[in-house]
């Protein structure tokens, strides 16, 4: 469900709202950028734009986002058509059922939140159907949260070895996300972690896996994400705002 009943004045101000946060939040992922021994145009800001109206987003994209991600498939699918996406990605970052993927190929560059051979040969199957290549990240529930999708991490090989023969995918690297009651502390280290895993994997040059996506930190700790080695940042309420549900 998209903030699609916010009147002019309301629209307006979340407008404003995101052209201040958006300097805000380029700045800082530059100066992380800086820190980890990167250039700050290494760093993919990937705008979170799950209930964020259609005309915000296209603001956002005229500001210079490159990269957007969306969590729903039927939200997505809503808003596609509408979407200025010329020279702007469209990555898809929530859970996915095997039962929507023929609704995302063709739309979506990237999927961040694979995590099963199932999901994995459906998305193989639909792509080969369309003639595309679709770029994956293989999900790691880094804490081992029932709650979460994702593999274990000491499962990353192994399970890269079930997919790396299919055709119509492309891995590209990694995604996560941290326990949300975690103290920063413990944040970073489950960062550390990923990036060693991510550096560990590339490292074995394993057959059709590339090892170059590292997409982890959201509006709380996109910074030191970046410090640890992130390279794909998730930022929703840190550009729009809180989300308001009507």
């Given amino acids: 469900m998209t903030e699609k009943w ?3 004045e309301e629209l307006t101000a979340k407008i404003a709202a995101l052209e201040e946060n958006y300097k805000i939040v380029t ?3 530059a100066q992380a950028a800086i820190k980890s021994g990167r250039k700050p145009e290494e760093i993919t800001l990937l705008a979170a734009t799950k209930t964020v109206p259609v005309p915000v987003i296209n603001r956002a994209i005229e500001l210079g986002i490159t990269c957007i991600g969306e969590n729903k498939v039927q939200e997505l699918c809503e808003k596609y058509d509408q979407l200025h996406l010329e020279h702007c990605d469209c990555h898809f970052i929530g859970h996915l059922q095997t039962n929507k993927v023929k609704q995302l190929i063709g739309k979506v560059s990237m999927i961040h939140s694979v995590d099963s051979v199932k999901l994995a040969k459906e998305i193989s199957k639909i792509s080969q159907q369309q003639h595309l290549v679709t770029d994956i990240l293989v999900e790691i529930n880094v804490g081992k949260e029932e709650s979460k999708g994702g593999i274990y991490i000491e499962d990353t090989e192994s399970f890269l070895g079930e997919i790396s023969t299919l055709s119509g995918i ?3 690297g990694l995604m996560t996300i941290p326990p949300a009651d975690e103290n920063i502390t413990k944040t970073i280290h489950y960062f550390e972690n990923m990036s060693k895993k991510l550096v560990d994997i590339r490292s074995k ?3 059709n896996i590339s090892m170059n996506c590292l997409s982890m930190g959201m509006s ?3 910074a030191q994400a970046i410090e640890a080695g992130a390279n794909i940042v998730r930022v929703g309420s840190a550009l729009f705002g809180q989300r308001v549900y009507k």
């Fill in 6 to 8: 916010l009147n002019d």
């Fill in 27 to 29: 700045e800082n992922v």
């Fill in 170 to 172: 492309s891995v590209k």
């Fill in 205 to 207: 040059k394993l057959d």
């Fill in 220 to 222: 709380a700790d996109y």
